[in-house]
């Protein structure tokens, strides 16, 4: 499913939930991006910010709810799919790296 592009619209998630099990860690979040813009996800452990992010890149699926990347509405985000939409996830597990300084 395809959507035109909304001018500097780089990702646009609509009421998306996610639940592990019995328990809900995203309850309906919407989040607007646009190109240019700098944003800063904020809360307490197991608020779901990674979560977000892992569904918006595809790592793990929504319970329900709308993602567009670059315009392009999508019922199934894959990684891969992510990636070749421009939108990249840095994970902030720092063992990822282990022999590299923050500079590298």
Not at 62 to 75: F, V, W
Request: net charge positive; glycine share 12%; no cysteine.
């Amino acid at each position: 499913m395809t959507g035109s592009p909304v001018a500097g619209r780089v990702a646009k998630l609509t009421d998306v939930w996610k639940s592990y099990g019995a328990v809900p860690v995203l309850k309906g979040v919407s989040l607007v991006l646009q190109a240019g813009e700098v944003h800063a996800l904020l809360g307490g452990n197991g608020a779901g910010k990674s979560s977000l992010m892992k569904i918006m890149s595809g790592v793990i699926a929504s319970n329900a709810g709308a993602i567009e990347i670059n315009g392009r509405a999508l019922t199934h985000v894959s990684p891969a799919l992510a990636q070749k939409l421009g939108l990249y996830l840095v994970p902030q597990e720092a063992h990822i790296l282990p022999n590299q300084s923050v500079l590298e």
